[in-house]
């Protein structure tokens, strides 16, 4: 049986990864290949690094350390983080990537999805998306969760998956950061109006909530960050409690 | 020993080579024929689609190369597809190693947790014959990521089950090909990987 994967995201400046609560006030935690590996060895089935560098060396010193990521980790990793073109996207896969997630560049250019999956098939293809909810509507927001857009989330996520995609990553803005769960409502109608596999994001707090975003929320995947980075819940601990609640787990 | 990555149009060649440097192992990523030929162990990834594939190996040849291998060969992912009779990837004929034939999962709707296509993430594997598999007792989990799959017939060598009961792995005289992902298996894909260089 496919196993319900755990997946601890890494937001990668400089080298370093970061975690933003609420897409702002950023501190560093650790080196981005080290905290992968160990990662690795503790059975997080999948990592993601999104790379939050602006400039143009930074963005340099991410393939660098993309290709550094796929010689040390032995298991699947995604790369994301402001990316827009496919010269970006080559640059990645030929550094080692599995998979690379775009968002903003998404929205923006739509193609840019067909394009992906022509070239490089479905299974490289991650379109994240960042939603508010405001009024019963979920808008897809652009730019680090700054700019709402005109897309909303159930109509954007299924235009994704016709171009293409391989998986959707949904990040709930209204709980990111606030440790009091996922949005499993709206990651439930995602995951049953798709084909493609759903990745919750946004609002881990404690193992309930994982067992409650396989359940409820139907998530083929949940990713966190912080909680994991702070050790406030180990890889091995919450997937012993998932064990326990049934919910299978790769071991 | 000389192992040969073959390399052609197909991505995530280089995982594999990278896997094989985390166990002290020396490959090399080439499309040369004469070192293909030569070597002891010829490795042949690929993620891709079927039918551009097939074309391009058969407008390089390597079609027939790959064929009168007389080594160990481990196909991987896309790699063991092309091993197959035929894929629906693009209805291609492919390079008939195997008489299975590679077909798209057809999920079932309103089923729970089986209708994703494609199959994703980490997966087990049962009924686990060949060396490639010492060690392992089944129930062990592997990194899968397709859309197409091999039926179950007289080469598989493990099971996993998605939809329906699919070859997880194949072996014919000294072709060995896994549908998933060693080389993004963890502990459980490097000791594959390992195997096939020691025992198979």
Redesign the interface.
Known sequence: ???K?IIPCLDVKNGMTVKGVNFVNIREVGDAVELGAEY?RQGA??LVFLDITASHEGRKTFVDLVKRI???L???FTVGGGISDISDIEAL??A?A?KVSINSAAIRNPNLIDQMAKN?????VVVAIDAREENNTWTAYVNGGRIPTEKELFTWAKEAEARGA??ILFTSMNHDGTKNGFACNALAKLSES????VIASGGAGNMEHFEEVFTKG?A??GLAASIFHYKEITVPQLKNYLNEKGINV?? | MNIAIIKYNA??I??VD??L??LGIQAEVTSDKDKILSADKVIFPG???ASTTMNFLRAENLDKLIESLKQPVLGICLGMQLMCSHSEEGNTPCLGIFDEKVKLFN?KPGE?????????????LHSLKSKLFDGLCGGD?V?F???FYAAVGSHTNAIC??ILPFSAALKKNNFYATQF?P?????V??RILQNFIEKC
């Open positions: 049986m496919l196993a994967r690795a089935d999948e796929a010689l040390n032995n298991i699947p896969l030929s080692g599995d490089f098939g479905s299974q490289f391989g998986e798709l084909s493609i596999p139907k083929d995947a790769r071991f | 991505g995530n280089m995982s990278y896997a440097q985390r993620v891709g689609e999920p729970e947790n089986i209708t994703k296509v494609p199959h994703m993430g980490w997966n087990a989990y990194y990521v397709h859309s089950d998605y992902h080389e993004k298996s963890g502990p894909g490097a």
